[in-house]
């Protein structure tokens, strides 16, 4: 069967995990006695989540939400509606955000300020990657692990139409011209 999509390996995943020591090395060491609350994205995040908070060593707890962004094939509309909010209270807790891809900005900085209205005692961000020349809104990321450019990145948790999810490396998903 022929296939209308083209996948180019953009990064391994032996980088994808030489990158989470990294991070989870930084992580380890600012919040080693904080018992943060951990809240992954869904479902981008769900591999990336896995991988690092099992490289982290210190006590923590693991939340989840789910937010849509309206979009139409690979762009976004701006547009962010929390399907799922974080069960675990939120107020005076140490947070740190988990997320599969920072594009333009407007589902992270949506999800900042659900998170600040309900006074936590710190929030923090910790993205895969990180796609800047998308950026629509300002973020700060605080825990980075890939700067990468625009192209539409499929793999480990990242999806196109929810397929491609299980793929164990970042890819590029391009189009074969016909
Ligand atoms: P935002 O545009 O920064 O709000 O990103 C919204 C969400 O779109 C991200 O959390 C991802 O789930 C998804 N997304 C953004 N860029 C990509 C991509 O290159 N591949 C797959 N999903 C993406
Ligand atoms: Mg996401």
């Given at each position: 069967m022929s296939?209308?999509?083209?996948?180019?390996?953009?990064?391994t995943e032996a980088d994808i995990n030489k990158t989470i020591d990294r991070m989870a090395d930084e992580i380890n060491r600012d919040y080693r006695d904080k018992n943060?609350?951990?809240?992954?994205?869904?479902?981008?995040s769900f591999i990336f989540l896995a991988?690092?908070?099992?490289?982290?060593?210190?006590?923590?707890d693991i939340d989840f939400?789910?937010?849509?962004?309206?979009?139409s094939g690979t762009t976004t509309s701006?547009?962010?509606k929390m399907l799922l909010e974080?069960?675990?209270?939120i107020q005076g807790r140490d947070i740190l955000i988990v997320e599969d891809i920072a594009d333009t900005g407007y589902s992270i900085s949506y999800l900042m300020r659900y998170l600040k209205e309900r006074n936590p005692n710190s929030l923090r961000l910790c993205v895969l990657a990180d796609k800047p020349s998308n950026r629509?809104?300002?973020i700060d990321i605080d825990y980075k692990g890939f700067t990468v450019p625009g192209?539409?990145?499929?793999?480990?948790?990242?999806?196109?139409?929810?397929?491609?999810r299980n793929l164990p490396d970042l890819c590029v998903l391009g189009e074969n011209g016909e």
């Open positions: 296939s209308d999509v083209d996948l180019q390996v953009c990064i943060p609350l951990v809240i992954g994205v869904l479902i981008g991988d690092l908070v099992r490289r982290l060593t210190f006590p923590l939400t789910r937010l849509s962004s309206y979009s701006g547009e962010v974080p069960s675990i209270e629509k809104v300002h192209d539409f990145l499929v793999g480990y948790g990242l999806d196109y139409q929810s397929k491609y």
